[in-house]
């Protein structure tokens, strides 16, 4: 059974930090892409960023770059989403994703989810 679970969500202040991690099992994902989206109530999931399969590639979307970071542990079969400087509108579930390529991730043409993890950016 193919799982991609998230882990990290939490309750942060304003400014502060938090890392998200998603180890995957049921296969091997070492030759995709994964990434990262985040879903509001009432919107659609966005996109917020990706790595390509070796790590040697990333791309984030403009409200998040310079902020958060991802990168991955093929060994650990693990990803990780640093983000910093966190905004209240940084607040959304956020969900782990796992496509064949980095190109496609953005366009939200993703073949494996995980369950997602609350982040809450309050004071």
């Known amino acids: 059974q193919v799982q991609l679970v998230e882990s990290g969500g939490g309750l942060v202040q304003p400014g502060g930090s938090l890392t998200l991690s998603c180890t995957t099992s049921?296969?091997?994902?070492?030759?995709?892409?994964v990434g990262w989206f985040r879903q509001t109530p009432g919107k659609e999931r966005e996109f917020v960023a990706g790595?390509?399969?070796?790590?040697?590639?990333?791309y984030y979307a403009d409200s998040v770059k310079g902020r958060f970071t991802i990168s991955r542990f093929n060994s650990r079969n693990t990803n990780y989403l640093q983000m910093t400087s966190l905004k209240p509108e940084d607040t959304a579930v956020y969900y782990c994703?796992?496509?064949?390529?980095?190109?496609?991730?953005?366009?939200?043409?993703?073949?494996?989810w995980g369950q997602g993890t609350q982040v809450t950016v309050s004071s």
């Open positions: 994703a796992a496509e064949e390529t980095l190109a496609s991730l953005p366009r939200g043409n993703v073949e494996y």
């Open positions: 049921g296969r091997s994902f070492n030759y995709y892409a």
């Open positions: 790595i390509g399969w070796n790590g040697a590639s990333t």
